[in-house]
Each structure stands twice: as structure tokens, then as C-alpha cells.
């Protein structure tokens, strides 16, 4: 187990946003790429985006120092990631970046971007490289590929599984979508161990089923092999009393 440090922002509606610019012939395209973890579905989001240019000058649009993007027609669940979505910008921008401004929830409401409430807080995660950590990380990774910790409560909220600080009012992770519930009925330490032994115990029963297969058998085998030793001797005996008796 390690001791990690993370940042979550808790007024976050979006996170990872990447963007990407390229040429699809005369078009200049930027790709962008986001994780929904607003805990709801979004349905539209729209960026305040500002264009710079090769010597990162700010590009105006329409005598303004950004324009607007949207990315409609979306259902994106919480936890999920928004791929590679692709837009057509000035042919002069040459470095983009994006600011939301506010998201449309598939519920119908509707959230501006918020002041960014960040905190620092610290995870006890297994290692995937760790022999000592292995029997209990494949136990969380058995239910989710996500998964690295046990969860837990502190002062600001709960911590998943997948190691995201949520808000104590979240009923639901907003990074993996999984209910509070059922990670902590899952993910919990007693549950793992309890899930381990349970694995054990129907480990040990299977390994000793074969132990007594293998030992009836072997069994058999003793009894046909002293059988066949007898047969052999009958038949000695009994050509030696015919010998004895005809000869
Ligand atoms: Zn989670």
C-alpha cells in the first residue's frame, strides 16, 4: 500500500480536458477529449474558448477576445469519457484553450461553471507491482478495473474505491458511477477478507476432493494389482497340482 497524494476539484462538471488541434485538408479541427464527473448525464457543454496564433497572440473573433463552443446531442454519463469529439475553428489558431461555461444535465437542468473548490487529501492505494498487495488489489479489481482502495469517510465526504473524493451528499461516485452503497458493501476491508476466506475455504475443499479421488484410486489400483498376484498364484498352484497328480 501506498500513501497518495490527490486533487479533486469538488465543483468540477468536467475534468481531464485535453484538446488537440489538426488539418482535415483546408479545415483547421480541434479534438477535444473530457470525463464527465458531475455526477448527473450530461447532454451539452459549452466552452468559452480563447484562439492564439503562431506567436501566441490572441486571435479575435467578431472583435472579441474568445467565442463559444458547444458539444450537443451528448449522453454522457458520469465516469465516462468524452472521445476525440471534433470541431472546426479558424483556419489561424494554432493553440486553443478552453474554459467551461456551462453544462446541460440529460434532467433538463442547467449549471454554470462554479469557483473551483480543490482539495488535497491522501489514499492508502495498493500496488499493482506489490506481492503483498496483489490477493487484496485482484479482489477490487474482480469488481471493477477501476478499483485500488478500500473506501472510505472523511471530514469533507467519502472516498471511493476507484480513490475520488466525493461530496457527502453524493449518493453515487461521480468518477466511476458506482453507488456508495455498493462500494462500501463490495469494497470494504471486511468484505474483501471475507470474500478471500470464503475463496480459500472453497479452495482447500477442492484440493482435498482430488486428494481423496487420487486416493480411491490409488486404492483400486493396490486391489487390482493383489488380485492379479493371486490369479498368478492360483494358477502356478494349480499347474503344480496337476503336475503333482498326472505326472
Ligand atoms: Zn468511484
Not at 64 to 90: C, M, N, P, R, V
Not at 141 to 160: A, H, K, M, S
Not at 179 to 207: G, N, P
Request: contains cysteine; glycine residues 4%.
Amino acid at each position: 500500500m501506498k500513501r497518495t497524494e490527490k486533487k479533486v476539484d469538488l465543483n468540477a462538471h468536467l475534468s481531464d480536458i485535453r484538446t488537440e488541434l489538426s488539418r482535415e485538408g483546408e479545415k483547421n479541427v480541434v479534438s477535444i477529449c473530457l470525463k464527465n464527473v458531475s455526477g448527473k448525464e450530461i447532454t451539452s457543454i459549452l466552452f468559452r474558448a480563447k484562439g492564439y496564433d503562431y506567436f501566441g497572440d490572441v486571435i479575435k473573433v467578431e472583435e472579441k477576445d474568445s467565442f463559444f463552443i458547444e458539444i450537443s446531442a451528448l449522453h454522457l454519463k458520469t465516469g465516462e469519457y468524452l472521445q476525440d469529439k471534433q470541431i472546426e475553428i479558424a483556419g489561424d489558431i494554432r493553440k486553443i484553450e478552453l474554459e467551461e461555461e456551462r453544462v446541460v444535465f440529460s434532467d433538463g437542468g442547467v449549471e454554470e461553471r462554479k469557483e473551483p473548490q480543490e482539495k488535497i487529501y491522501y489514499v492508502n492505494c495498493f500496488e499493482k507491482d506489490s506481492y503483498k498487495d496483489k490477493p487484496e488489489l485482484d479482489e477490487l479489481l474482480e469488481q471493477d478495473e477501476r478499483f485500488c482502495c478500500y473506501p472510505v469517510e472523511n471530514e469533507t465526504g467519502w472516498i471511493c474505491a476507484c480513490a475520488y473524493l466525493n461530496r457527502k451528499e453524493n449518493q453515487s461516485c461521480v468518477n466511476c458511477g458506482y453507488t456508495k452503497k455498493e462500494v462500501f458493501w463490495k469494497c470494504s476491508e471486511k468484505a474483501v477478507k471475507d470474500s478471500r476466506k470464503i475463496k480459500q475455504l472453497a479452495f482447500d475443499k477442492h484440493l482435498q476432493q482430488i486428494a481423496r479421488i487420487k486416493k480411491r484410486q490409488e486404492t483400486k489400483e493396490i486391489i487390482k494389482y493383489l488380485f492379479e498376484v493371486f490369479l498368478v498364484l492360483l494358477g502356478i498352484i494349480l499347474a503344480l497340482w496337476l503336475y503333482i497328480c498326472f505326472r
